[in-house]
T-cell receptor, first 116, second 113 residues
Framework: DAGVTQSPTHLIKTRGQQVTLRCSPISGHKSVSWYQQVLGQGPQFIFQYYEKEERGRGNFPDRFSARQFPNYSSELNVNALLLGDSALYLC???????????????FGPGTRLTVT | GENVEQHPSTLSVQEGDSAVIKCTYSDSASNYFPWYKQELGKRPQLIIDIRSNVGEKKDQRIAVTLNKTAKHFSLHITETQPEDSAVYFCAASTLPGRRALTFGSGTRLQVQP
Protein backbone atom coordinates (compact mmCIF):
# COMPACT_ATOMS: atom_id res chain seq x y z
CA ASP A 1 0.00 0.00 0.00
CA ALA A 2 1.10 3.52 -0.65
CA GLY A 3 1.80 5.61 2.41
CA VAL A 4 0.38 8.99 3.30
CA THR A 5 1.08 11.50 0.55
CA GLN A 6 1.19 15.29 0.77
CA SER A 7 1.50 18.08 -1.74
CA PRO A 8 3.25 20.28 -2.42
CA THR A 9 6.63 19.31 -0.96
CA HIS A 10 7.83 22.86 -0.54
CA LEU A 11 6.10 26.20 -0.69
CA ILE A 12 7.27 29.79 -0.37
CA LYS A 13 4.66 32.45 0.36
CA THR A 14 4.64 36.11 1.33
CA ARG A 15 3.13 37.49 4.52
CA GLY A 16 -0.60 38.06 4.16
CA GLN A 17 -1.08 35.43 1.48
CA GLN A 18 -3.18 32.30 1.73
CA VAL A 19 -2.03 28.71 1.29
CA THR A 20 -3.71 25.33 0.75
CA LEU A 21 -1.96 22.08 1.62
CA ARG A 22 -3.20 18.67 0.55
CA CYS A 23 -3.08 15.19 2.05
CA SER A 24 -4.11 11.73 0.87
CA PRO A 25 -4.38 9.09 3.61
CA ILE A 26 -3.38 5.47 3.44
CA SER A 27 -6.00 3.41 1.63
CA GLY A 28 -8.61 2.27 4.12
CA HIS A 29 -7.83 4.99 6.64
CA LYS A 30 -10.73 7.29 7.38
CA SER A 31 -9.14 9.71 9.81
CA VAL A 32 -6.73 12.52 8.96
CA SER A 33 -4.92 14.74 11.43
CA TRP A 34 -2.81 17.82 10.77
CA TYR A 35 0.24 18.84 12.77
CA GLN A 36 2.60 21.81 12.63
CA GLN A 37 6.28 21.13 13.33
CA VAL A 38 8.47 24.15 13.91
CA LEU A 39 12.19 23.50 13.48
CA GLY A 40 13.66 21.85 16.56
CA GLN A 41 10.32 21.07 18.18
CA GLY A 42 7.82 18.23 18.32
CA PRO A 43 4.73 18.28 16.10
CA GLN A 44 1.78 20.28 17.44
CA PHE A 45 -1.79 19.16 16.80
CA ILE A 46 -3.92 21.43 14.59
CA PHE A 47 -6.98 19.43 13.48
CA GLN A 48 -8.41 15.95 13.27
CA TYR A 49 -11.09 14.90 10.78
CA TYR A 50 -13.02 11.67 10.65
CA GLU A 51 -15.80 10.89 8.18
CA LYS A 52 -15.63 14.46 6.90
CA GLU A 53 -16.33 15.94 10.31
CA GLU A 54 -13.97 17.89 12.54
CA ARG A 55 -13.33 15.77 15.63
CA GLY A 56 -10.65 17.83 17.31
CA ARG A 57 -8.94 21.19 17.12
CA GLY A 58 -5.69 22.31 18.68
CA ASN A 59 -4.76 25.73 19.98
CA PHE A 60 -4.44 27.50 16.63
CA PRO A 61 -6.12 30.73 15.45
CA ASP A 62 -9.13 30.84 13.15
CA ARG A 63 -6.78 31.62 10.24
CA PHE A 64 -6.29 27.85 10.14
CA SER A 65 -9.09 25.76 8.66
CA ALA A 66 -9.40 22.32 7.12
CA ARG A 67 -11.81 19.97 5.48
CA GLN A 68 -12.06 16.32 4.53
CA PHE A 69 -13.50 15.03 1.29
CA PRO A 70 -15.66 11.94 0.58
CA ASN A 71 -12.53 10.06 -0.53
CA TYR A 72 -11.00 10.88 2.90
CA SER A 73 -8.34 13.18 1.47
CA SER A 74 -7.96 16.48 3.27
CA GLU A 75 -6.92 20.09 2.79
CA LEU A 76 -5.44 22.49 5.30
CA ASN A 77 -5.91 26.20 4.61
CA VAL A 78 -4.03 29.00 6.27
CA ASN A 79 -5.08 32.61 5.65
CA ALA A 80 -3.24 35.86 6.28
CA LEU A 81 0.13 34.13 6.61
CA LEU A 82 2.55 35.30 9.27
CA LEU A 83 6.28 34.76 9.45
CA GLY A 84 5.64 32.47 12.43
CA ASP A 85 3.62 30.11 10.25
CA SER A 86 6.85 28.94 8.63
CA ALA A 87 7.07 25.26 9.56
CA LEU A 88 6.76 21.68 8.35
CA TYR A 89 3.08 20.77 8.08
CA LEU A 90 2.49 17.09 8.63
CA CYS A 91 -0.56 15.04 7.84
CA UNK A 92 -1.20 11.74 9.64
CA UNK A 93 -3.76 9.10 8.85
CA UNK A 94 -5.26 6.37 11.00
CA UNK A 95 -8.05 3.83 10.78
CA UNK A 96 -10.10 5.36 13.60
CA UNK A 97 -13.27 3.33 13.35
CA UNK A 98 -14.89 5.31 16.13
CA UNK A 99 -15.12 2.30 18.43
CA UNK A 100 -12.98 3.99 21.04
CA UNK A 101 -9.78 2.16 20.17
CA UNK A 102 -6.79 4.32 19.32
CA UNK A 103 -5.18 3.24 16.10
CA UNK A 104 -1.67 4.11 15.08
CA UNK A 105 -1.09 7.37 13.24
CA UNK A 106 1.16 7.30 10.20
CA PHE A 107 2.71 10.50 8.97
CA GLY A 108 3.19 11.83 5.47
CA PRO A 109 6.44 13.47 4.33
CA GLY A 110 5.12 16.92 5.12
CA THR A 111 4.94 20.24 3.31
CA ARG A 112 7.72 22.68 4.15
CA LEU A 113 6.13 26.17 4.21
CA THR A 114 8.34 29.23 4.23
CA VAL A 115 6.73 32.62 4.76
CA THR A 116 8.84 35.64 3.79
CA GLY B 1 -4.81 19.58 28.42
CA GLU B 2 -2.07 17.01 28.18
CA ASN B 3 1.56 18.02 28.65
CA VAL B 4 4.45 15.71 27.76
CA GLU B 5 8.00 16.34 28.94
CA GLN B 6 10.93 14.51 27.39
CA HIS B 7 14.52 14.04 28.60
CA PRO B 8 17.30 14.28 27.68
CA SER B 9 17.24 16.71 24.77
CA THR B 10 20.47 15.24 23.40
CA LEU B 11 22.08 11.87 23.97
CA SER B 12 25.40 10.61 22.65
CA VAL B 13 26.36 6.94 23.01
CA GLN B 14 29.01 4.63 21.64
CA GLU B 15 27.95 2.03 19.11
CA GLY B 16 26.81 -1.08 20.95
CA ASP B 17 25.79 0.78 24.11
CA SER B 18 22.21 1.16 25.31
CA ALA B 19 20.19 4.37 25.13
CA VAL B 20 17.27 5.37 27.34
CA ILE B 21 14.88 8.26 26.71
CA LYS B 22 12.30 9.21 29.33
CA CYS B 23 8.96 11.00 29.13
CA THR B 24 6.42 12.11 31.68
CA TYR B 25 2.80 13.05 31.01
CA SER B 26 0.27 15.05 32.98
CA ASP B 27 -3.15 13.70 32.00
CA SER B 28 -3.95 10.53 33.97
CA ALA B 29 -6.59 9.71 31.33
CA SER B 30 -3.92 9.23 28.63
CA ASN B 31 -3.80 5.62 27.56
CA TYR B 32 -1.78 5.35 24.34
CA PHE B 33 1.92 6.17 24.11
CA PRO B 34 3.70 5.95 20.75
CA TRP B 35 7.34 6.66 19.95
CA TYR B 36 8.43 8.17 16.65
CA LYS B 37 11.85 8.35 15.01
CA GLN B 38 12.53 11.29 12.71
CA GLU B 39 15.63 11.42 10.55
CA LEU B 40 16.77 14.76 9.18
CA GLY B 41 14.36 16.04 6.56
CA LYS B 42 12.09 13.01 6.80
CA ARG B 43 8.69 12.16 8.23
CA PRO B 44 8.24 10.91 11.81
CA GLN B 45 8.12 7.10 11.71
CA LEU B 46 6.28 5.06 14.30
CA ILE B 47 8.76 2.65 15.86
CA ILE B 48 6.87 1.25 18.84
CA ASP B 49 3.84 2.04 20.96
CA ILE B 50 2.30 0.91 24.23
CA ARG B 51 -1.20 1.00 25.61
CA SER B 52 -2.10 1.59 29.22
CA ASN B 53 -3.13 -2.01 29.87
CA VAL B 54 0.48 -3.28 29.59
CA GLY B 55 3.66 -2.31 31.39
CA GLU B 56 6.27 -3.28 28.80
CA LYS B 57 6.56 -4.05 25.12
CA LYS B 58 9.57 -5.22 23.11
CA ASP B 59 10.40 -5.31 19.44
CA GLN B 60 13.88 -6.64 18.73
CA ARG B 61 16.33 -4.02 20.04
CA ILE B 62 13.63 -1.58 21.09
CA ALA B 63 11.51 -1.71 24.23
CA VAL B 64 9.10 0.66 25.90
CA THR B 65 8.06 0.63 29.57
CA LEU B 66 5.10 2.39 31.13
CA ASN B 67 4.52 3.33 34.77
CA LYS B 68 0.97 4.62 35.02
CA THR B 69 1.22 5.39 38.71
CA ALA B 70 4.18 7.70 38.17
CA LYS B 71 2.87 8.83 34.77
CA HIS B 72 6.08 8.17 32.91
CA PHE B 73 7.21 5.97 30.05
CA SER B 74 10.61 5.23 28.59
CA LEU B 75 12.20 4.06 25.35
CA HIS B 76 15.10 1.64 25.58
CA ILE B 77 17.37 0.91 22.62
CA THR B 78 19.95 -1.84 23.08
CA GLU B 79 23.03 -2.57 20.97
CA THR B 80 22.80 0.83 19.32
CA GLN B 81 23.96 1.23 15.73
CA PRO B 82 24.92 4.37 13.76
CA GLU B 83 21.64 4.12 11.84
CA ASP B 84 19.79 4.63 15.13
CA SER B 85 21.02 8.25 15.05
CA ALA B 86 17.92 10.47 14.71
CA VAL B 87 15.51 12.59 16.74
CA TYR B 88 13.11 10.52 18.84
CA PHE B 89 9.72 11.86 19.96
CA CYS B 90 7.42 10.43 22.58
CA ALA B 91 3.71 11.20 22.51
CA ALA B 92 0.53 10.59 24.48
CA SER B 93 -3.08 10.28 23.38
CA THR B 94 -6.27 10.41 25.39
CA LEU B 95 -9.56 8.62 24.79
CA PRO B 96 -12.41 9.18 24.34
CA GLY B 97 -12.93 12.38 22.43
CA ARG B 98 -9.54 13.95 21.93
CA ARG B 99 -7.56 11.52 19.81
CA ALA B 100 -4.79 13.95 19.04
CA LEU B 101 -1.22 13.14 19.91
CA THR B 102 0.63 15.46 22.28
CA PHE B 103 4.36 15.23 21.56
CA GLY B 104 7.41 15.70 23.70
CA SER B 105 10.12 18.10 22.60
CA GLY B 106 12.35 15.39 21.16
CA THR B 107 15.69 13.73 21.92
CA ARG B 108 18.55 13.92 19.45
CA LEU B 109 20.36 10.59 19.66
CA GLN B 110 23.83 10.33 18.21
CA VAL B 111 25.48 6.93 18.02
CA GLN B 112 29.25 7.23 17.64
CA PRO B 113 30.83 4.46 15.56
Amino acid sequence: DAGVTQSPTHLIKTRGQQVTLRCSPISGHKSVSWYQQVLGQGPQFIFQYYEKEERGRGNFPDRFSARQFPNYSSELNVNALLLGDSALYLCASSKHTGTGVVYEQYFGPGTRLTVT
Amino acid sequence: GENVEQHPSTLSVQEGDSAVIKCTYSDSASNYFPWYKQELGKRPQLIIDIRSNVGEKKDQRIAVTLNKTAKHFSLHITETQPEDSAVYFCAASTLPGRRALTFGSGTRLQVQP
